[in-house]
């Protein structure tokens, strides 16, 4: 993969995937090679919501993944409009991708995971805390939040390790729109919720569309789906071994 | 004198060892408080026992010195007698108990109360020259720290005191900061004696046999007791005067007087008390001459009851 | 000098124990409120890289840097920040920098402090060490500390010896921060404890970290602590640095076999 352009990035766009490759090695399987992705592309424009489809098994969380960081990708260009200037988070630094996590992108994951101890109100507060907004404050915010999400206040002094599956996943949403950044991730948020807060999330999601921030996302629900989806990106049309299936 | 007369070399030892401590000492006299090491000898005493200190006293004596010893503020113990006869048989030096007569006064637990000259010079014997020990116990740490002037340690000891008690707890030995420079023991004497060190005209010569260092204070140095902004150094004091001569402002010592527990102050310092006393009684007998009668042995003496009185009675 | 300016640089550092290098060309950059750990197995080379970063161990080769001012010699006066080789620094320099900018965690609480002078003594030494001189400050201040690491003011003048290893843990944390560092060493700080105490203390450090903006250096064979607390970390193999990076990245896509080898052998929990 040659860097024929500059990083760029157009206004309006805030993400862009380009020409991506990821393949694992399992070395404790014979150096196994499992090439999962290849050539992945796609943009994410600011103020919509790009879904990721596709099969169980796809690669749709290692899309996520690479885009958050987590996972390296092998090539290709993940561009990220980050403060005034474009990140490349395939070949950025660590402390260059945990600039642009405190500042620019958001992570609502599928599961919490959340240190023992702190309450889920700190839980929720913490990604203002990290950008340094004073305690008092960014409480005042998780409360909101956890509110709105129909956690009762009796929880909210007490770690969330002791909640229900739902309880957590919503300790997680709150976590998630604390504050607007200019990307969110959403990795299946709504898997285990009822109806309410379903709608809850939903709103949640509008809102911060209709500021601007731009939205990656996994959704099982297809009613979640069809209510805030732009853009489909099939990320199944990108898996090497299913090349010619959806050539 | 019967027996073979030994012939000792002036002031019992040798020459070349004579220097070796005079070279120590002029080092701890150009750098104020700072523990030079040295070469300790034998002494025909044990160590322990103030060997520290007669060496130092041995390398400066002569025979037109007048030498004074105090063991815990009297002249009269075994220890103060035996190092007085000691120096007059190999050093030829005169004795005395007089403060003020003295030109080296050899010490562990006090300073005379009669002020300091300075044609004096003060030897003390040290026990543990080391203020940092019972904190730090590696020496190659202790002196680290002295030589980058790293002194936190000292004050967490006093930090530990005031914690524990209220106050700074250490009335003897208690640390003194030299010439802004060198935190230092002054030996075991009490925190009372502390202020008589800053400014002293006195020479203050320190010398620890059993530890093997030699310390000094030269004339007229600043010698601080450490303390705390808010809780700062205080000396003990006295609220009654010595039950025998009156005088105040001196350091006192409890004595027993009988088996029921009954106790009297009287001066550390017998020397000062026995020449405040018969300076008083000669005022007396010039302005009182009918009472003469009366003169009393030993003041303390004087007040102990005997019991085999007592019960015969 | 600006944020670019790592706090700390590594650079080819190895440590030899005769022939054998216990460590061998480490490099790495540390910057203010990161935290970086540093895993592996017994005889990995990672107590080594500890030990050579805080000065107890030669650094045979290679150098280590640290951000700060020169405080004696040529330009002393006022002088700005500047990435100083700390071979160039004497040993006044480098002891002033571990009473004022470095502090140093050890796995046994008995190594960093004084186990029969008070928790409130211990936590005050620092500040005494650095020319406080008011006992009322200096206890409160202890006091506060010691609020901070939740150690009861009841208990503030009780010797170490006299607490639990969760305790004397933290009273070693607190006696660490008291005086504001930049740089904080940690010796599988909480290896020998209880699992509850553990997550206690974890979740300590890992606030105070965060509030103060600590760079910190931490030890550990224990990956789900490297997970908890850390943003970078480094495995080491057989004295060398075998992979590094984003510790999320480091143990959820890792590269080395080694490291799919240790990630692999975590009790899921």
């Known amino acids: 993969m040659t860097h024929n352009a500059p990083n760029a990035l157009p206004d309006n766009t805030i993400l862009s995937v380009q020409n991506v490759d990821k393949t694992f090695t399992l070395h404790l399987q014979d150096a196994q090679r499992l090439p999962v992705l290849h050539g992945m592309t796609f943009d994410v424009p600011r103020g919509a919501c790009v879904v990721l489809g596709g099969e169980s098994g796809a690669g749709k969380s290692t899309v996520m993944k690479m885009v958050f960081g987590s996972y390296g990708a092998d090539s290709g260009r993940i561009l990220l409009g980050h403060q005034g200037s474009v990140l490349d988070l395939v070949t950025a630094a660590p402390r260059q991708v945990l600039a642009a996590r405190r500042e620019t992108v958001g992570y609502v994951s599928q599961f919490l995971r959340a240190v023992p101890r702190v309450p889920a109100l700190d839980v929720v507060a913490e990604p203002l805390l990290a950008r340094g907004v004073d305690r008092a404050s960014a409480r005042e915010r998780a409360s909101e939040l956890l509110a709105r999400l129909s956690i009762p206040e009796r929880l909210w002094k007490l770690p969330p390790a002791t909640f229900s599956g739902g309880e957590q996943q919503r300790v997680n949403i709150a976590r998630g729109f604390i504050f607007e950044r200019p990307l969110l991730l959403l990795d299946e948020p709504t898997a285990s919720l009822d109806a309410r807060n379903r709608g809850v999330v939903i709103d949640l999601i509008r809102e911060s569309l209709g500021h601007g921030t731009g939205m990656l996302a996994i959704f099982h629900d297809a009613d979640v789906r069809e209510a805030v989806a732009d853009l489909t990106v099939d990320v199944q049309s990108f898996t090497p071994v299913r090349d010619e299936v959806f050539a | ?313 | 000098m600006n944020d670019e300016t790592p706090l700390l640089s590594v650079t080819g550092a190895s440590h030899r124990y005769g022939e054998r290098y216990g460590c061998r060309d480490v490099s790495f950059d540390l910057w203010p409120g990161e935290v970086l750990a540093v895993v592996g197995e017994s005889g990995s080379g990672k107590s080594t890289l500890l030990g050579m970063l805080a000065q107890r161990l030669a650094l045979d080769e290679g150098r280590i840097r640290y951000r700060t001012a020169r405080q004696h010699g040529a330009g002393a006066d006022g002088a700005a920040e500047e990435l100083l080789d700390l071979s160039t620094l004497s040993e006044r320099e480098v002891r002033r920098l571990w009473r004022t900018d470095w502090g140093f965690v050890h796995q046994n609480a008995a190594d960093g402090l004084r186990m029969h002078v008070s928790a409130g003594g211990n936590v005050g030494e620092p500040l005494m060490a650095n020319g406080w001189r008011h006992f009322g400050q200096i206890r409160a201040e202890a006091e506060e500390w010691l609020r901070r690491v939740e150690i009861p003011t009841d208990r503030m003048d009780d010797a170490p010896t006299l607490f639990s290893g969760g305790m004397r843990q933290r009273v070693q944390v607190a006696r660490n921060l008291v005086f504001g560092p930049r740089l904080v060493f940690m010796d599988e700080p909480t290896s020998g404890l209880d699992v509850s105490v553990q997550a206690r203390l974890l979740d300590l450090i890992r606030s105070l970290v965060s509030e103060l903006g600590l760079a910190v250096v931490i030890v550990t064979h224990d990956l789900a602590v490297a997970r908890l607390i850390s943003h970078r970390t480094l495995v080491m193999k057989d004295g060398f640095v075998i992979e590094s990076g984003l510790t999320d990245r480091v143990l959820d896509d890792p590269q080395a076999a080694y490291t799919q080898l240790l990630v692999s052998s975590i009790l899921q929990g």
């Open chain 2, 1 to 313: 004198m019967s027996g073979p007369r030994i012939v000792y070399n002036e002031g019992y030892l040798d020459e070349q060892t004579k220097r070796v401590v005079r070279r120590a000492l002029l080092k701890g006299v150009a750098i104020p408080g700072f523990q030079v090491p040295f070469a300790s000898r034998e002494v025909p005493m044990p160590r322990g026992w103030g060997t520290g200190g007669v060496q130092v006293t041995a390398s400066i004596i002569g025979p037109d010195d007048t030498l004074k010893v105090i063991d815990q503020g009297a002249d009269d113990t075994t220890n103060a007698v035996s190092i007085r006869a000691f120096f007059e048989k190999v050093a030829g030096a005169a004795s005395t108990t007089r403060t003020d007569e003295a030109t080296i006064i050899q010490t562990r637990h006090r300073i005379p109360e009669t002020p300091l000259t300075d044609n004096q010079i003060m030897v003390y014997q040290v026990p543990i020259p080391e203020p940092l020990r019972f904190l730090e116990p590696r020496e190659t740490e202790t002196r680290r720290l002295h030589a980058l002037e790293e002194y936190g340690l000292m004050y967490v000891k006093l930090y530990e005191d005031i914690a524990r008690y209220g106050h700074i707890a250490k009335t003897y030995d208690y640390p003194v900061l030299v010439n802004n420079r060198y935190v230092m023991a002054p030996s075991p004497i009490p925190s009372f004696d502390n202020p008589k060190m800053h400014q002293s005209p006195a020479l203050q010569l320190f010398g620890a046999g059993r530890e093997k260092r030699i310390y000094a204070i030269p004339p007229y140095t600043d010698v601080e007791s450490l303390g705390f902004d808010d809780y700062p150094f205080e000396p003990q004091r006295f609220e009654q005067p010595c039950e025998i001569c009156e005088s105040t402002e001196v350091y006192l010592d409890e004595v027993l007087i009988d088996d029921q527990g009954g106790v009297m102050f009287v001066c550390s310092d017998t020397d000062h008390c026995e020449r405040t006393l018969t300076a008083r009684e000669l005022d007396q007998s010039n302005t009182d001459q009918s009472n003469t009668d009366q003169s009393s042995t030993d003041p303390i003496t004087d007040h102990i009851t005997d019991p085999l009185t007592e019960v015969n009675a």
